[in-house]
């Protein structure tokens, strides 16, 4: 057998044991490792509050819990936005038309800022 062989059939068997391992394992998170998705995971998991900049934001922009919860759970991490060398760290959170500020701890994670699309600037210090 020629390497030529050898190797196809190396690739061949590489391709049916990863198509295997996809499906008897559906359900498992493959991209569960990359930044956005474990920073969304200790931002859902982190016990949460609102400072008063941010409760002044909430009710200038007209926005309810349930959509900083839904921000919390379906949002993407906005890293360009974000900066991650402060302390706290500050990342911007988006979904939709929606954007949040969030100060991150290692165990509390903190509501500072909310913007939407739609309305008037806000000045909350």
């Known amino acids: 057998m020629n390497l030529k062989q050898r190797a196809l059939r190396y690739i061949l068997g590489l391709g049916i044991g990863c198509a295997l391992v996809f499906f008897m394992f559906p359900s ?34 007209m ?10 759970n379906l949002g993407k991490v906005d890293f360009n936005k974000s900066d991650a060398q402060s302390k706290p760290k500050r990342y911007r959170l988006v979904y939709g038309e929606v954007g949040i500020d969030v100060l991150v701890t290692d165990s509390l994670i903190t509501l500072d800022k909310v913007e939407a699309a739609l309305t008037n600037t806000c000045i909350c210090r």
Not at 63 to 72: L, S
């Open 63 to 72: 926005t309810n819990m349930e959509q900083v919860q839904a921000i919390r």
């Open 28 to 61: 498992y998170n493959w991209l569960g490792w990359t930044p956005n998705n474990a920073l969304m995971k200790q931002i859902r998991e982190s016990e949460f509050e609102i400072n008063e900049r941010g409760n002044c934001y909430m009710q200038c922009t």
